[in-house]
């Protein structure tokens, strides 16, 4: 009986397994016969899709506000992740240290850092760091100092006593300096390795000037002449409350974070050292004509050209955005013309790119092989003169402000983001809805207004251009460029005792 009852069972779920198989066989066969119509019925060509408007992008909701010694204080909650950053500007840069004494400020943005603290040895700092899987991080650029902290928020208190330690109590151990000065060196000696970096260095030199703080670099005789009380001197006059602003974003209590800031830093106050200089100016320099980097080895060139540009806050800026997108990028001419159709370079670029509180540059250039050198030079030319002499089309106008607007809401992916944008603004005096003004007068840019600034802005009678590359394998020669060339000498100078 029981024999008989398992064989009923048996055949039961086998009939129930192959019901099942077979309607799911027969869906199976009805997705696939009938997916073509459907696909038919639904496809459309590209051009007739429809997309809904762009978000508009909102600024977080943030707080500002000023310690009684000077310190510029902005906080955004943000408690998706229970993670808490911190990023400070100050008001300093390498443009700012004696010329005597380049690479002073690098070095002492790094060893703010590196050299511990007068609470806690370097090596101990970074244990302690470690294991909170934190990090405290500061350095010097060009125009502005930087110091950062990242944290869980359940180690923010201690994680921020430490960050507050280092910006107002580092210690500058000598074994710490002489390391990062040692590897600075070590940065001298490789700095010809790299063609590409050769071209670059080399062209702001020429643009702004081989002395100019926008463009002289680190010799071993400036870094010789650095000792720890420089280092301390350029730390107390850049490192100060009211040269500071502090950014916070992440998982905090404002209330229990603005208490913790006054706690760390209301009662900082600045050692009197003499002020650091006032920012440099741009002299205006056109060393144009045709420069040239003897590189043997080399069966490529790297070219850069261009002319001394503008700034930020320049009112015609959004429309040389605008031309920007029309003659750089994968869509741009430059793109289109030298390296697609004429198959001239193996990267090819060109735009007009400005700095905030001095000018920039614009500047075009790229790589090709050492016989396409005179050719992808001239079509480059070619591509720039077009663009003063006959207008864009509407096609190209509409690519170029589409491929800017739509890539606006990046500039605001996090909440950190756009926090670092709003104190960038503020460190080099622009509105704080800059960037919203910018956006407007790109929708109004018209391709009269591309022409106009391309004519006022591009002057090819006033280029500087480089090449880094072999002379024996340029065919034709660049003297069917220029008759009057001039060799470039980047012989690194010998370390002195």
């Known amino acids: 009986m029981k024999l008989k009852t398992q064989g009923r069972w048996l055949r039961s779920s086998r009939f129930t397994v192959q019901r099942w198989f077979g309607l799911v066989l027969g869906a199976m066969l009805l997705v696939i016969l009938s997916a073509p119509a459907v696909v038919a019925a639904g496809a459309r060509h590209y051009d007739e899709l429809e997309f809904p408007p762009l978000r508009e992008v909102q600024l977080p ?15 955004v909650e943000n408690h998706e992740l229970p993670l808490v950053r911190g990023n400070a500007f100050f008001r300093t840069g390498a443009r700012l240290e004696p010329s005597d004494q380049v690479g002073l400020a690098e070095l002492t943005g790094t060893v703010i850092r590196t050299g511990g603290t007068t609470n806690h040895p370097s090596n101990e700092l970074n244990e302690l760091l470690e294991q909170r899987a934190a990090s405290v991080e500061t350095s010097i650029g060009g125009s502005l100092g930087s110091a950062s902290f990242n944290a869980l928020s359940e180690d923010l208190k201690t994680v921020f006593d430490w ?55 680190v010799e071993y005789t400036t870094l010789s002449n650095i000792t720890r009380e420089d280092v301390v001197r350029f730390y107390q006059q850049s490192f100060r409350p009211e040269r500071m602003m502090l950014g916070i974003v992440g998982d905090f209590n404002r209330e229990e974070m603005k208490a913790l800031i006054a706690e760390k830093f209301g009662s900082w106050q600045g050692v009197q050292v003499a002020d650091l200089p006032e920012i440099p100016e741009v002299r205006d320099r056109n060393p144009q004509g045709l420069f040239f980097v003897e590189q043997p080895q080399l069966t490529q060139s790297y070219i850069q050209l261009g002319h001394l540009g503008g700034r930020v ?34 990267s090819v670029y060109g735009f007009w790119s400005p700095n905030f509180d001095y000018p920039g540059v614009f500047i075009a250039g790229g790589q090709t092989r050492s016989e396409a050198t005179v050719p992808f030079i001239q079509s480059i030319l070619g591509e720039v003169n077009n663009l003063r002499s006959t207008p864009i089309s509407s096609e190209e106008l509409d690519y170029a402000k589409n491929s800017i607007l739509n890539s606006f809401v990046f500039n605001f992916q996090s909440p950190g983001q756009t926090l670092s944008r709003l104190m960038r603004y503020e460190y080099y005096d622009y509105p704080a809805d800059y960037i919203f003004q910018y956006q407007r007068q790109v929708q109004a840019t018209t391709i009269e207004d591309v022409q106009r600034v391309a004519q006022t802005y ?40």
């Open 313 to 346: 806050d320049d009112p015609d800026y959004p429309a040389l955005s605008v031309l920007n997108g029309v003659l750089n990028g994968f869509g741009g001419r430059l793109f289109n013309e030298v390296r697609s159709r004429q198959g001239l370079a193996y």
């Open 61 to 75: 909701d943030y707080e500002r506000y000023q310690l009684e010694n000077g310190l510029v204080v902005y906080l």
């Open 163 to 217: 960050f507050a330690d280092v910006v107002q109590r580092p210690a500058f151990e000598e074994a710490r300096l002489a390391l990062a000065q040692n590897q600075m060196r070590g940065g001298i000696a490789r700095r010809n390795d790299d063609p590409n970096s050769i071209a670059s260095r080399e062209f702001f030199k020429l643009v702004y000037g081989e002395s100019s703080p926008y463009a002289r670099t």
């Open 458 to 497: 591009l002057t090819p009678d006033q280029l500087t251009t480089l090449v880094v590359g072999n002379s024996s394998e340029i065919t034709p020669p660049l003297s069917r460029l220029d008759s009057n060339i001039t060799t470039v000498d980047i012989t690194i100078p010998n370390p002195q005792s």
